[in-house]
């Protein structure tokens, strides 16, 4: 197996475009080149509303991290999210033509394959197919191939969207020059970041809170059981600071990042942040208690919603390894605390820290960048399963990852923080 093969994550969100280069080091961590991000223009709740802006904007990232890697990046793994997004379970099986010989890969990925071609609502399209457990003659839970049987069945988890949105993802990544490599469900990939194979297994929610979605999966088993997108997010909380305090958007963002917290009642109504205002007319103060209540209000909607798909999962009782939140509103001040009382779970803030090589820039270890490290291992792993699989069948064809390494620099790099180029510097008064 290729054990250096570079990877390229795309993660297409809504407060941001990030383009990751990475590969897997001696030990197994991942290794991470280089880094590009750039605030998202064109995408609004996970989907692209404007092409040229999506277009230009995935290419300054990638620019960025194609400078910083020095490796000449040629097709991505695109993460994919918004509120078209659903699934459903479903079951297949097929009657093998001979029994007595053993199953093979290709016999399995016949079977995942035909799932593809189920009837849909019009409109819609699978995105991904991802088997849950096979069957093998009525017998679960088993590892298939190399096995004897006279039927193969499995359980999928089926991933459908909005064709047009899709199409509209690969015409974005297509138009800035670059081949899709594979569509990722951007909380399967979130899962791959910051779950470990002990929560996977005991049962855990992973609930990532983007800027214009929330996205939950549900692993049991390590198994992943349920996935949904609720169409709220970070954004929308500062819609409402905005309104609700009758400030800028620029300054409802700041305050909410700086001083925002998801506990009324960690908060006092004599601290206090004065806002400038506009074109020399008297700065307005806001109360650290009243932003923290509107917070609060926008915070109970998105966790009732949250609560709501546990429930439909069927696995809101066998969940020991609790909830674990990232993405850029897990860095939310008290919403650990939040998220536990609201949904009786014990709720923790998920790092990537665990899968990435120690001299990674702590600003990628940030829940921001769940996502976007999550592609590069997700996208991975699939890789490595085509190396794998393509060596057993003594096909001895080549796959190319697209990518031209030219002269891995070594030297340390500066990774920008995110929270500095959309915010700038964090003083007690805001600037004007």
């Known amino acids: 197996m290729e054990n250096n093969a570079i990877i390229v994550g795309l993660d297409i969100g809504t407060t941001k475009i990030a383009c990751v280069v990475g590969r897997r080091s001696e030990n197994g961590k991942i290794e991470i080149f280089g880094c590009g991000t750039v605030p998202s223009i064109g995408v609004k709740r996970g989907m692209i509303a404007n092409i040229e802006d999506t277009v230009n904007s995935i290419k300054e990232a990638v620019l960025e991290a194609s400078e910083q890697s020095n490796v000449d990046i040629k097709s991505v793994y695109?993460?994919?999210?918004?509120?078209?997004?659903?699934s459903f379970q479903y079951y297949g099986e097929v009657i093998r033509e001979n029994n007595e010989t053993e199953i093979t890969h290709s016999e399995i990925q016949k079977l995942k394959e035909d799932m593809k071609k189920l009837g849909l609502s019009p409109g819609e399209e699978i995105i991904d197919v991802m088997p849950q457990e096979y069957v093998v003659d009525n017998e679960h839970d088993l590892k298939p191939e190399g096995m004897i049987g006279s039927k193969l069945g499995a359980y999928f988890h089926i991933i459908t969207g909005f064709a047009p949105a899709?199409?509209?993802?690969?015409?974005?990544v297509e138009k800035a020059g670059l081949h899709v490599d594979d569509l990722i469900l951007e909380p399967v990939a979130s899962s791959e970041a910051v779950l470990s194979d002990e929560e996977k297994e005991a049962g855990v929610v992973l609930v990532d809170i983007g800027g214009g979605t929330t996205d939950i999966a549900v692993f049991h088993d390590s198994i992943i059981r349920h996935t949904a997108v609720i169409p709220f997010g970070g954004n929308i909380i500062t819609e409402d600071i905005r309104q609700g305090c009758n400030i800028m958007k620029k300054h409802a963002e700041e305050v909410k990042v700086k001083f925002g917290s998801a506990l009324v009642s960690e908060n006092s109504k004599n601290d206090v942040v004065s806002i400038p205002g506009i074109r020399g007319r008297e700065p307005r103060e806001i109360s650290f208690y009243d932003l923290a209540a509107i917070i609060h209000a926008r915070l109970t909607e998105i966790f009732d919603l949250v609560k709501f798909e546990i429930k439909k999962s069927g696995y809101e009782n066998r969940l020991g390894g609790g909830m674990v939140i990232t993405g850029g509103g897990a860095l939310m001040k008290h919403i650990d605390q939040f998220a536990s009382f609201k949904t009786g779970l014990d709720a923790k803030i998920g790092y990537s820290n665990e899968h990435l090589a120690p001299e990674t820039p702590d600003?990628?270890?940030?829940?921001?960048?769940?996502?976007?490290?999550?592609?590069v291992i997700e996208g991975l792993k699939r890789y490595e399963e085509k190396i794998r699989h393509t060596s057993q069948s003594g096909g001895g064809k080549e796959i190319n990852t697209g990518k031209t390494e030219k002269e891995p620099k070594k030297k340390k790099r500066s990774y920008f923080n995110l929270m500095e180029i959309f915010f700038g510097q964090r003083n007690e008064e805001l600037p004007e």
């Open 78 to 86: 695109v993460g994919i999210a918004g509120q078209h997004i659903k």
């Open 166 to 172: 899709i199409k509209n993802v690969f015409k974005c």
């Open 363 to 375: 600003e990628l270890k940030s829940p921001i960048y769940a996502t976007s490290i999550g592609l």
